[in-house]
């Protein structure tokens, strides 16, 4: 297998990053009526309105973060001096290969770059394997900010001193 590559989406990646999206949290949505699809496919605002990353193997994009600077319309739960990621992703047939860890390491990475003392990120309750890799990592449960985007979604927090 070869080496992951890490590095900003093109235009040409919104398409593809916009599926792969939608097919990683599928299973976390209530269906092909959610309107929070259309978000998750929306890869070209993102990229527009926040930094868009993706990790390709073999010329194919299998994962992509959002990490959501100071002043990005994606930021939920940040406070200042704090980063913030949103919409990790990694393509159903890549999972379990390393490719969400590579990403979270980037947005560790980008935010220290960036002056960052601490990152946060949200996350539902049922996205247990995220949570394991974010552990894993050094985050740890932050459940004051724990919240809800609309009812019956609720949220929990994360949050990593860098």
């Known amino acids: ?23 990683a949290y599928t299973e976390f949505t209530d269906g092909p009526e959610d309107g929070y699809l259309d978000r998750l496919r929306d890869a ?24 959501a600077p100071e002043g990005s319309p994606w930021r939920e739960i940040a406070r200042p001096g704090e980063g913030e990621f949103r919409m990790l992703a990694v393509s159903p047939a890549a999972r379990r290969q390393g490719v969400g860890e590579a990403l979270s390491q980037l947005v560790l990475d980008r935010s220290r770059e960036g002056g960052c003392r601490a990152i946060v990120l949200s996350s539902l309750h049922e996205m247990h394997a995220a949570h394991r890799v974010y552990e894993r990592l050094g985050f740890r449960r932050i459940p ?17 001193e860098l």
């Open 44 to 67: 070209a605002r993102r990229d527009r309105e926040a930094e868009l990353w993706v990790a390709e193997r073999d010329g194919q994009v299998v994962g992509t973060v959002t990490i």
């Open 1 to 23: 297998m070869s080496d992951l590559v890490l590095r900003r989406a093109t235009d040409a990646d919104h398409e593809p990053v916009g599926a792969l999206t939608v097919a």
């Open 144 to 160: 004051e900010r724990d919240w809800s985007p609309k009812p019956g979604v609720d949220l929990i927090a994360f949050r990593m």
